[in-house]
């Protein structure tokens, strides 16, 4: 039987810092805890591998947080390797590592490449000393600059920096700034996120007192017509709203999201989607640890999509990708006719010139692009 694939994801829950806008699941370092929270991954992962092994090859496997780099060279090499002995992994998989400036020097950066991470994604969120204060990160830009140098030493040849903008006061000029300072850096992928207010973050909390002022939406729809622009011209491919690369250097692991294909989430927080069914592990790290140890798994919702969501959050995502969505793909996938079920809204989308279909996909216009989320939703 051909083995279907599958994406592997596994959080990393912990920080050296907590920025101001972060709603992600990080949690403050614990040195003590951590080594408890790899036996925990490992065995989650022999759970899972138990189920999936026959069945599942992982493709991409993507160690994301939170912050990776805040485990130790021997961490890192023995949830690596755990993998490979658990599960069936692809002798060509992408194996991604995210790496925050100010966490890593080139000895851990030297084993991580060694022990088969293949692919790094830097938090760099900014170049400008100013925005960075501002952005409430941990680090400088002295700090990005060494981290990067130290991971091409190191041998990544498949690098990507994380860049952030709308951020209060920004210029078209200083983000212009930023985007060439990453171009210094010669990095085959690019992904670039507006900043946005998460509810419950400190941000959130400095906005509401009146001393956070965001860019207005005009500014931020300039901001980003400028990223993409820029980085087109500079030869990057846009194959996603937010993410740019070199030809051949997309992210595998982040497609099979946009695809809403099958992956497997392991640690604190971590989301699965597996054959219709979604499920959602406790954030806590301490909890976390506690219920894989009694119970092997740590799931606090799971929840099976009925076809009709399944096709809903199929087009939301798939229509995050500048390709589109294959039209024959998902009919095979849901048995239904994509014409007829949604022709009244494809009929209107297009009248309105936000959506195109061609070669049987269905992608966003240029005019769509700039107004993703509203047409999304026409489709829910
Ligand atoms: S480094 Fe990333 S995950 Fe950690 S607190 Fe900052 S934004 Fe959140």
Not at 99 to 125: C, E, F, H, W
Not at 140 to 166: Q, W, Y
Not at 335 to 363: A, C, M
Request: charged letters at 25%; proline letters at 3%; a neutral charge.
């Amino acid at each position: 039987m051909k083995k279907k694939p599958l994406g592997l994801y596994i959080h990393i829950p912990y920080c050296i810092h907590k920025c101001g806008y972060c709603d992600f699941n990080s949690h403050p370092i614990k040195r003590d805890e951590m080594d408890h929270y790899i036996d925990a991954l490992v065995l989650e992962m022999k759970h899972y591998a138990k189920i999936y092994t026959n069945t599942n090859i992982i493709k991409t496997i993507f160690l994301g947080g939170g912050t990776p780099t805040t485990l130790n060279a021997f961490q890192l090499e023995r949830i690596l390797k755990e993998c490979v002995n658990e599960f069936t992994v692809a002798s060509d998989a992408e194996v991604t590592i995210e790496a925050n400036p100010a966490t890593v020097d080139v000895k851990l950066m030297k084993s991580i490449r060694r022990t088969g991470y293949n692919r790094i994604s830097i938090g760099v969120q900014s170049f400008d000393k100013e925005e960075l204060k501002l952005l409430d990160r941990a680090h400088g830009p002295n700090e990005i600059h060494s981290t990067v140098d130290c991971a091409r030493k190191a041998g990544f040849d498949n690098l990507s920096l994380d860049l952030m903008f709308a951020v209060p006061n920004q210029s078209i000029a200083s983000w212009e700034s930023n985007l060439n300072k990453a171009m210094e850096k010669t990095p085959e992928h690019l992904s670039t996120y507006n900043l946005t207010i998460e509810q419950g973050t400190a941000f959130s909390k400095l906005q509401s007192n009146g001393k956070l002022i965001m860019p207005d939406d005009d500014h931020q729809l300039e901001l980003y017509k400028t990223t993409i622009e820029y980085l087109t011209k500079k030869g990057f491919n846009q194959y996603e709203i937010s993410n740019f690369s070199r030809e051949g250097k997309e992210c595998k692991h982040n497609i099979t999201y946009w695809k809403n294909s099958n992956s497997l989430g392991i640690g604190a927080g971590a989301s699965s989607y597996m054959d219709g069914t979604r499920f959602k592990n406790i954030n806590l790290p301490a909890h976390y640890i506690r219920q894989v140890k009694e119970k092997k798994t740590a799931v606090e919702h799971s929840e099976t999509l009925q076809p009709r969501q399944a096709m809903g959050e199929t087009i939301m995502l798939g229509l995050r990708l500048l390709q589109g969505i294959s039209i024959n793909e998902f009919e095979k996938r849901f048995q239904v006719s994509f014409i007829n079920l949604f022709k009244n809204t494809l009929q209107s989308l297009k009248e309105k010139e936000l959506i195109l279909i061609e070669d049987n996909f269905l992608r966003l216009s240029k005019k769509g692009l700039f107004l993703t989320d509203s047409v999304i939703l026409e489709f829910i």
